[in-house]
């Protein structure tokens, strides 16, 4: 994996109007019969894709792959509900919701448990982009996105460095 060289902090207001975009471009690919959230950080863009696409069934599924710097193993530590399962084979249009694919490790894992899913992320990364049916906004691979539930408000030193 790249060192994170650059950093991408993204506001609660941007992550919305993101998330909705997102919607906006789902919308073409239902009716979905549910959504599986993946946790964390898939958990609040699918609450707002859930809503825009009044998507009542949601579902999460918990995978761990990252700490707060840096990815490692794959753990699921929560399963589909198998009813779900059962339903992607069925032909019913099932939607896996995460706020990033970054290497695909994650993607893949949770792929793998529904097949025939349409998967879609707000933000994707050159090595994982293969792995997601839609997304809206690509960003480099050596790029560390800051989501809003990472941050607090502090002072940003200039981009050129320096204090003022």
């Not at 707060?68 to 779900?84: E, M, P, T, W």
């Amino acid at each position: 994996m790249t060192p994170q060289n650059k950093s991408f902090p993204v506001s609660w207001d941007q992550f919305h109007r993101d998330s909705r975009a997102l919607a906006w471009r789902l919308t073409s690919e239902g009716p979905f019969h549910s959504i599986v959230a993946i946790t964390r950080g898939g958990l609040v863009p699918a609450a707002i894709i859930a809503r825009e696409l009044n998507i009542r069934v949601i579902e999460s599924v918990s995978v761990k792959s990252y700490d707060h710097q840096s990815q490692g193993k794959i753990s699921v530590l929560k399963a589909i509900n198998s009813d779900l399962i059962a339903a992607d084979t069925s032909g019913e249009k099932l939607l896996i919701i995460d706020d990033l694919v970054d290497t695909g490790a994650t993607a893949r894992a949770v792929r793998d448990m529904l097949p025939n899913a349409h998967f879609a992320t707000v933000y994707a990364k050159p090595q994982g982009r293969e792995m997601v049916d839609s997304f809206i906004t690509e960003v480099s691979q050596d790029t560390w996105i800051f989501f809003p539930w990472d941050l607090d408000f502090t002072y940003a030193a200039p981009i050129a460095g320096g204090t003022d």
